[in-house]
């Protein structure tokens, strides 16, 4: 009798969990909608300019969106310092026909999402936008209640007006173990039945990264881990064909190797081949990254072993087997291991200040480099990460990074013939 009353009880639960599954869940597993391929700029003409405004001593991990009409919304979040309670989701509206930024506003705040979650939020941190196919814009942002960044939890806003302003909609669910040690960086892809693919990186006990598959309702239809390694975050995933995708991981060993992760992905992302290293070397740092068509890739990232005093674009056209540097946007490698004083800090970051267009205000920017950068046992050291990468409709390539902790700085390629107008060393600027 107790065997078969547990039976009982068991397929009344299993029929339950079906019961309540999502639809999607008796489809076919969708496929990978492969971005259309394009063609690499046949010039190498980088504009530079300023995103933020200064607004705040610190800003961090900007990432963007290209709106129906052209536009970009870019966000970073920002404040008195990383992790600090005045800390918000700063946005920004970049305008390709006048090819200038609107001034910086802030859209979301902590105490906004508080009240929507009904729960206390110490600090935010980084915020991931998609722009749905109903011209809905949906905003995942990492957010914390207690601890440190291994106890954040991703919570999902929405806005009808293109991410001019935002309301809570609800925490993602992702791990039955208190929900907590989820976190994004880079860009969704997305799937052939309208779902999205969102990498998703965990920092409790073990650091790894895994693929959620999201419908429009922000409903986990299903997750994959990407490699099996202990050692590896904010994954950037690259979509090749319909069933093929490539990830490159921030390797977090200490000490680091200073090289990039790779896994892949021949099933649309439900199974993940084991991490290796990548030829990429890195110094433990984010990056960003787009597909220009089968086997080509784009990824920006800073490109030596050591620091984040440099930023390039490499690229390869053989899947990763070969990959060249196609474009430096900084390099200070010269004055690594120098002890640079204030002084002659100042007239370096004075100097790349004036490549391109420039910033509101110069000189409240380069005291904010100075406080953020220079440190009496140090001395004064460059940092240029976090980039975000993005190809537009157009063609045009689009880099937002965080440059010295202080602003959120764009590159622009413009995939036309008439490009803008300088460039130096590889394609940007010569730091030299």
């Known amino acids: 009798m107790n065997r078969f009353f547990h039976l009982l009880v068991g397929a009344a639960l299993v029929a339950g969990y079906f019961a309540s599954a999502p639809a999607h869940l008796w489809e076919p597993a969708p496929v ?51 992790g600090a309670p005045d800390v918000n989701i700063h946005s920004a509206l970049f305008d390709p026909a006048s ?5 910086e506003t802030v859209v979301v705040t902590r105490e906004q999402i508080s009240d929507g979650w009904g729960r206390h939020v110490r600090k935010l941190g980084n915020a991931v936008p998609v722009l749905d196919d109903d ?23 929405e806005s009808v007006d293109q991410g001019a302003s935002w309301t809570f909609n609800k925490p993602l669910v992702t791990s039955p173990l208190l929900n907590i040690s989820t976190l994004v960086k880079t860009p ?14 965990h920092e409790l006990i073990g650091k790894f990264g895994e693929i959620l598959r999201l419908d429009q309702d922000s409903q986990i239809l299903g997750k994959a881990r990407i490699g099996h390694g202990r ?29 990039l992760y790779q896994s892949a992905s021949v099933d649309g992302g439900w ?52 990959w060249q540097t196609r474009w430096v946007l900084h390099d200070r490698e010269q004055w690594r291991g120098e002890r640079l004083s204030k002084e002659d800090f100042a007239s370096l970051i004075k100097e790349e200040m004036t490549v391109g267009g420039a910033p509101e205000d110069p000189v409240l920017l380069q005291e904010r480099v100075i406080h953020n950068k220079c440190d009496d046992r ?25 440059w010295n902790k202080s602003a959120i700085r764009h590159a622009w390629l ?3 013939d008439d490009a803008p107008e300088r460039s130096a060393e590889g394609g940007a600027e010569n730091d030299h």
């Not at 090819?99 to 001034?103: G, H, I, M």
């Not at 005093?309 to 990763?320: A, K, W, Y």
Request: proline share 6%; hydrophobic share 40%.
């Open 99 to 103: 090819a200038a930024w609107s001034d």
């Open 32 to 82: 990978f909608e492969v971005p259309t391929a394009g063609t690499s700029p046949g010039h190498d003409q980088w504009q530079l300019r300023f995103a933020s405004d200064a607004d705040t001593p610190l800003v961090h991990a900007p990432a963007m969106v290209e709106l129906p009409d052209g536009r970009l919304r870019a966000f970073w979040f920002a404040g008195s310092r990383e």
């Open 231 to 259: 050692k590896a975050i904010q994954p950037l995933v690259l979509v090749d064909s319909e069933q093929n995708a490539v990830a490159f991981l921030r390797n977090e060993n200490e000490p680091n190797n200073g090289y």
């Open 135 to 157: 011209g809905r814009m949906r905003l995942f942002v990492v957010a914390v209640s207690f601890g440190g960044w291994a106890a954040s939890r991703l919570v999902v806003l």
């Open 271 to 322: 199974q993940w081949q084991e991490l290796s290293y990548s030829p990429l070397e890195n110094p433990s740092a984010a990056l960003g990254g787009v597909v220009m068509g089968e086997g080509d890739w784009l990824v920006v990232a800073n490109c030596n072993r050591q620091e984040r005093d440099d930023l390039c674009v490499r690229e390869t056209r053989d899947g990763g087997a070969n």
């Open 378 to 402: 140090h001395g004064c050291r460059f940092q240029y990460d976090y980039p975000y990468m993005l190809r537009t409709r157009n063609g045009d390539l689009h880099i937002l990074y965080t």
């Open 414 to 416: 413009k995939a036309a």
């Open 188 to 201: 969704p892809v997305r799937y052939s039945d309208g779902s999205i693919g969102l990498p998703v990186y």
